[in-house]
């Protein structure tokens, strides 16, 4: 971000320059827990930054392309999903994990989601065993680019789908996060559907 | 859009459609072309952090040049209501209303705005809070007649309303709401009373503010407290859409009269103009009180369907080239060509419907309008458009008027207001002048698009613009409130809206002097600029100052003009900021956008959208904003709510801290109101090339999972009648310099692009537009110089989960108790654990 701050007091501007960025651009991004309101002295310059595209624009890391849990025989293909009609995660075929699009790339801030069947078309999908995963457990996730980001799981949790907490489980700031979804809980037969939506959560190391 | 309007009631003579939102509702007040006029619109728009009034969200011009006004609905009981409930009000609780009431009025003056028709029905009380309803939306006439016993008699009789109409009302609410109880109040309370309802408003208290200070006076302490209500203020995403249909489903309702080309002149004799003037919107003409005015007829009305030949303009003799210079510097002036109306036919002497027409449409200038009648009936616009017009004589046309001191009101902004009050008023046995300019809206175009670039390559070279600056109504204060406004400051203010330095620009050839209310107000007529308007147009000799610093625009750290330069050496720290969305600091309102936002601050973001111009900007006296170069933004600065002088200089080597040890003369000086929305004000030259200065507060409602929203802006000169393509493909609404159109989007890559009148691209840009985001593009620039560009912003925490995370439907998994179980609690626990931490950043919207 731009703080050229050409008046040249920086004696002022020194706080408000780092609360703006905080406030500005940081805010988001930064693992802080609580950004700080932007005051500002009016002695002080604001922050000034571009306007132009180049700048603004988001810059997006490499996507996760496929994922491999050693302890559960995983290894699977991660395409980008988004949502369909009825704005419900799209989540992809049997045999596939979907990498929500609208979530950050791994490593970056915010809760990278996966999610997955549990089963399909009477076909076990790709997460069928996740409720099992311990935390503890680790296991890679690999980036377009070839890298590979390796992630410790942290809480295994099932939760009935009307509690889901979607704020956190699709934080979009923050501390980064893997966040594997797929469903648990009791299958109710007539809605065709699981009660629960179990999630794992896991923390790059 | 499931919005569907829900009511459709008439108010004020006006049609009112209540739509409901969500979480809210708003009344969109839909008036015709001669109801209100720009300026007045603008006021209103600024208006919406006056506390103690029901909020305008937004007062604009519809596609089809209908003027609306949309307000926030309130469910509350009115005054009205408690006075009829079982229990009633009591003295104690009478008093305190009323006071609180003239105390809000009182700030709405200071504004220039009336409300002319103050009943109980107009008073909500919200607990200990009042909000006063129909706050300046009395411009036309349209007073209805079961109103008349809150009117003062002179608003009766057609002037304009006043502060002195409004304290007559306050004393008519007062004895109202008292009801028998007056015989309980002390005796200074009920001369008070007397004192307000007095015929002539010279014998009245002088303002709402003397009315509240002789009420709390006489009660000590005996009145109970009420508060004006702040109430927050939401605008839908769609909301101009949703205005636009209300506005287009009234349209039949109303007769509309219109004229397409109008002339006026002025007698120089006649008239003494004192102001600068340079939005045709706000000629104010002031007559000096002895003066006499001649108004001469003219016929130069061009109405294809009036078949009368009857009507007429009638004409002030005038200087031409002043009339010129203004139409030049006008810009608001697009509504020109209506379709004349129907129902002139009918009527033998539509000069004043005409007139008002002219003006109306022409959206400026001045009339001088007298009618005679004894009729002080008021009848609502629908009704008097059609039946007034035996009433008005033909001898209209050719009317003397002689200013006497009590009998003349002049406010003539906007002269559409003025006109239809002359097309709908059943005036008194007054002579009353209505002055305004009137201009030949068809030749004048022609010359206004030879000058338009003409000015601007002037303005260009010259004046380090303004950036922040919110124009200011009246002396006092002034606001941004509402977007998709086109608050163009350019070459200055506006009618009783700003404070700002005088120009020594074309425009202030223009002058007037009437006060603005009542002639006949001594304490107004000594200082009628208070209530009329400053200007605060760049000053032509700027340019050199300017043009001086050009060089210096090169060894600015930042650079001005290439993009590609300016920006080079903030990409390198631009990680940061390409993730993050330029989005002000969150306050603890901002958690929840879809509620109501109450607010003390406001984060203000300044857009410098003026190509090669790098400005110092000061804020309350101290340097905030140092170099500051065009396509960059400042902020998010978070004003406190209230008042703040801005002032603009160009650019220097080390400013000083201070504007007041500036020896270079502000090339902006404004006092803008900081409400508590968030705002971008954005610097960007109009369709003309000149400088002028935009509001848009964001649109910050959550999205749906997958959804972006983008706001694009045509802040572009020359651009015309834009068109806005997204991947090819127009979007409906036509885009006007100033204007802005929001569209929400599933969220990805997207080519945003400007074409102009004739179909061609303005400028075009490939964005990735990010879920939960709103992103503004604001095309600016001029293409005239081809130095077309876009500024984008960013403003994240919109997003929404997905509804849910649909993953089995074959029940193989045998989910028995074991499955989930302890399990689940413990990792329950560690990840609220985990996540504790974070839960602050649960529903950061970063805005206000």
Not at chain 1, 178 to 186: I, S, Y
Request: with cysteine; net charge negative.
């Amino acid at each position: 971000m731009n703080r050229k701050l050409l008046s040249g007091t920086f004696g002022l501007l020194a706080t408000v320059g780092m609360v703006a960025a905080a406030g500005t651009s940081g805010a988001v991004v930064s693992g802080d827990s609580d950004t700080p309101k932007l005051q500002i002295d009016y002695g002080s310059t604001v922050p000034i930054r571009s306007g132009n595209p180049l700048d603004v624009q988001p810059s997006k890391g490499p996507r996760p392309v496929s994922i491999r849990v050693g302890d559960l025989d995983l290894e699977a293909s991660v395409i980008p999903v988004g949502v369909d009609e009825e704005k419900q995660l799209d989540v992809p075929s049997a045999d596939l994990v979907g990498w929500y699009q609208y979530s950050p790339t791994p490593g970056n801030a915010g809760a990278t989601v996966l999610a997955a069947h549990v089963d399909y078309g009477g076909e076990q999908g790709a997460f069928f065993n996740l409720h099992q995963l311990e935390i503890g457990e680790l296991f890679e996730v690999e980036l377009e680019d070839g890298t590979v980001k390796s992630y410790e799981v942290t809480a295994n949790s099932t939760y009935n789908k009307v509690d889901l907490p979607d704020d956190e489980l699709f934080r979009k700031d923050g501390k980064p996060v893997l966040q594997l979804v797929t469903c648990g809980g009791t299958f109710d037969p007539e809605e065709r559907s699981y009660e629960a939506n179990v999630v794992v959560s896991a923390v790059p190391v | 859009m499931d919005e569907t309007p829900t009511s459709r009631t008439r108010w004020f003579g006006f049609e009112r459609v209540r739509v409901d939102y969500k979480n809210h509702a708003v009344d969109i007040t839909v008036g015709s072309e001669s109801t209100w006029d720009r300026s007045h619109l603008r006021r209103l728009r600024q208006s919406s952090d006056l506390p103690g009034h029901v909020p305008v969200i937004d007062a604009d011009v519809s596609s089809e040049g209908r003027p609306y006004v949309v307000t926030a609905a309130v469910e509350e009981p009115t005054l009205a209501d408690k006075l009829a409930s079982e229990d009633g009000v009591s003295w104690n609780d009478s008093t305190g209303i009323t006071e609180a009431v003239a105390r809000a009025c009182h700030e709405a003056h200071e504004r220039g705005l009336f409300h002319g028709s103050l009943s109980p029905e107009d008073v909500y009380i919200i607990d200990d809070e009042i909000a006063v309803d129909g706050l300046g939306l009395t411009r036309g006439g349209d007073i209805p007649t079961e109103r008349n016993q809150w009117v003062a008699p002179e608003v009766l009789a057609g002037d304009t309303p006043s502060a002195r109409s409004d304290v007559y009302s306050l004393g008519k609410l007062l004895e109202a709401s008292l009801g028998d109880s007056i015989e309980l109040v002390p005796r200074s309370v009920k001369r008070l009373i007397m004192w307000s309802s007095s015929d002539t408003p010279e014998a009245r208290p002088r303002s709402a503010s003397e009315f509240a200070e002789i009420l709390s006076d006489g009660l000590g302490e005996t009145k109970n407290s009420f508060r004006p209500a702040f109430i927050p203020t939401i605008r839908a995403n769609n909301l101009t859409a949703d205005a636009e249909k209300a506005v287009a489903d009234t349209q039949s309702d109303i007769p509309l009269a219109s004229v397409t080309t109008g002339e006026v002149e002025i007698d120089p004799e006649t008239l003494t103009l004192d102001e600068t003037v340079d939005d045709l919107d706000d000629i104010e003409i002031d007559e000096d009180t002895t003066e006499q005015l001649e108004i001469i007829d003219l016929d130069d009305v061009e109405s294809d369907e009036v078949k009368d030949s009857e009507d007429t303009t009638e004409e002030l003799a005038a200087e031409d080239d002043l009339v010129e210079l203004v139409s030049e510097d006008d810009d608001d002036v697009d509504t020109a060509e209506v379709d004349a109306s129907d129902t002139a036919e009918d009527s033998n002497s539509t000069s004043k419907k005409a007139a008002a027409a002219t003006i109306g449409a022409a959206g400026a200038a001045a009339l001088a309008a007298k009618k005679f009648g004894d009729n002080k009936d008021k009848t609502d616009k629908g009704d008097s458009d059609k039946g007034d017009s035996d009433k008005d004589k033909p001898e209209d046309k050719k009317a003397k008027v002689t200013s006497s001191a009590s009998k003349i009101s002049n406010k003539t902004t906007g002269a559409a207001a003025t006109a239809s009050a002359a097309a709908t008023k059943k005036i008194g046995d007054v002579d009353k002048a209505k002055s305004s300019f009137s201009y030949k809206e068809a030749t004048e175009k022609d010359d206004r698009g030879m000058s338009r670039f003409l000015v601007p390559a002037l303005i260009l070279l010259a004046i380090p613009l303004l950036l922040w600056a919110l124009l200011r109504s009246g002396g006092s204060e002034d606001q941004t409130a509402t977007s998709s406004s086109d608050t163009t400051i350019e070459s200055g203010a506006t009618g009783a809206d700003t404070t700002g330095p005088d120009t020594t620009d074309e425009p202030s050839d223009v002058e007037s002097a009437v006060p603005e209310t009542e002639a006949s107000e001594p304490t107004e007529d000594s200082a009628p600029t208070a209530d009329t308007e400053a200007v605060a147009a760049p000053e032509v000799t700027e340019p050199e100052p300017a043009t001086t610093e050009a060089p210096e625009t090169t060894e600015a750290p930042e650079t001005t003009e290439a993009p590609a330069t300016t920006e080079a050496p903030e990409t390198t720290e631009a990680p940061k900021t390409t993730e993050a969305p330029a989005s002000p600091a969150a306050t603890d309102d901002a958690a929840n956008p879809d509620k109501a936002i109450k607010s003390s601050e406001a984060a203000i973001q300044v857009i410098h959208g003026i190509p090669a111009t790098p400005v110092d900007v000061y804020v309350d006296g101290s340097l905030t904003a140092a170099a500051f170069q065009p396509e960059s933004i400042a902020g998010p600065v978070d004003l406190p709510a209230g008042s703040h002088d801005v002032a603009i200089f160009a650019a220097e080597d080390n400013p000083a801290e201070s504007s007041d040890d500036r020896t270079d003369d502000a090339v902006l000086d404004e006092t803008i109101s900081a409400s508590g929305n968030p705002t971008a004000l954005i610097a960007h030259l109009d369709e003309t090339g000149a400088p002028a200065l935009s509001a848009f507060v964001e649109s910050l409602d959550e999205l749906e999972a997958g959804e972006t929203r983008v706001a694009v802006r045509n802040l572009t000169a020359g651009a015309g009648d834009a068109t806005v393509t997204v991947d090819g493909k127009e979007q409906t609404a036509p885009l006007s310099n100033g204007d802005e159109l929001e569209i929400v989007l599933s969220a990805g890559e997207h080519t945003i692009a400007l074409l102009d009148d004739n179909g061609d691209e303005v400028f075009s840009s490939d964005l990735d537009l990010v879920e939960g985001e709103l992103t503004t593009v604001g095309f600016i620039g001029s293409t005239e110089d081809s130095s077309q560009s876009v500024v984008i912003q960013r403003y994240s925490g919109l997003s929404s989960a997905p509804t849910a995370v649909p993953t089995g439907d074959s029940g193989l998994l045998d989910a028995g108790p074991g499955s989930g179980g302890a399990r689940t609690i413990l990792g329950l626990t560690v990840m609220l654990v985990l996540s504790g931490a974070m839960i602050a950043f649960k529903r950061r919207r970063n805005l206000v």
